[in-house]
């Protein structure tokens, strides 16, 4: 039904209509049909076309949240991380007024990525504690509260903070953020054995602490 739909001329001509006029607002009863076909530009990279659709939206629904959240990926993509930080905040407040938790924590996780993508590290670290404390807060969703991306993530980015501070008059600090990324590695495989992701993580955490035969087998394990 889907694929009639996309291939029918009389549909395709009401989209292109839409897509050139940006003032003209989409019938509410087509919001959902055009954040699709939104989302289906995007994959295809043509972003201005689906921004102008995400607009129309939100112009109807202002509440769509996951718009909002394209719409800020779009601003990303620009190389507009002033207003892409603004617009994933917006989201964030509105996804937490909505108790759509998961696009909440989606807006977060990208909010971090955008801030280790720019080399703000000190609020990419920020960021990551308040995706820690959102998710233990959380009593909407178990998945929330044992959110592996948000673990692996957590502790990658410990891993890759330690790639500075080698030296050994940051040692201290340097072994707290190998404790942090292995108690997170460990987290996920509890709930999840087979995750590789997490057994890459201690492959990598064993070559860190000079243990090479170790990481050598974990790693080679990984291979095969």
């Not at 190389?79 to 924590?105: H, M, S, Y």
């Not at 971090?112 to 080399?119: A, E, F, V």
């Not at 959380?138 to 891993?159: G, R």
Request: proline share 1%; aromatic share 8%; hydrophobic share 40%.
């Amino acid at each position: 039904e889907l694929v009639a739909i996309m291939n029918s001329q009389e549909k395709d001509d009401m989209f292109s209509e839409h897509s050139r006029n940006s003032s003209e607002e989409i019938p509410a009863r087509q919001v959902v049909v055009q954040y699709n076909y939104a989302r289906v530009l995007d994959e295809l990279c043509e972003y201005k076309k689906a921004r102008r659709i995400y607009r129309q939206i939100l112009m109807v629904c202002p509440s769509f949240i996951e718009a909002h959240l394209c719409s800020a990926l779009f601003l990303w993509r620009t190389g507009k991380f002033k207003e892409c930080i603004a617009k994933l905040e917006e989201a964030i407040r509105k996804a937490g007024e909505a108790q759509l938790v998961d696009v909440q924590l989606n807006a977060m996780l990208y909010l971090h990525r955008l801030y280790t993508q720019i080399g703000d590290r000190e609020q990419a670290s920020k960021t990551l504690k308040r995706i820690d404390e959102f998710r233990k807060q959380t009593t909407l969703s178990i998945d929330i509260q044992n959110d592996e991306y948000s673990e692996l993530t957590s502790a990658n980015f410990m891993l890759s903070m330690n790639a500075r501070t080698r030296h050994h008059s940051h040692a201290k600090q340097y072994y707290e953020r190998v404790h942090h990324a292995l108690r997170r590695f460990q987290q996920v495989l509890v709930t999840n054995p087979n995750n590789v992701f997490a057994v890459h993580g201690f492959g990598v955490i064993a070559a860190e602490a000079a243990e090479l035969s170790v990481a050598k087998s974990i790693l080679s394990k990984l291979r095969d």
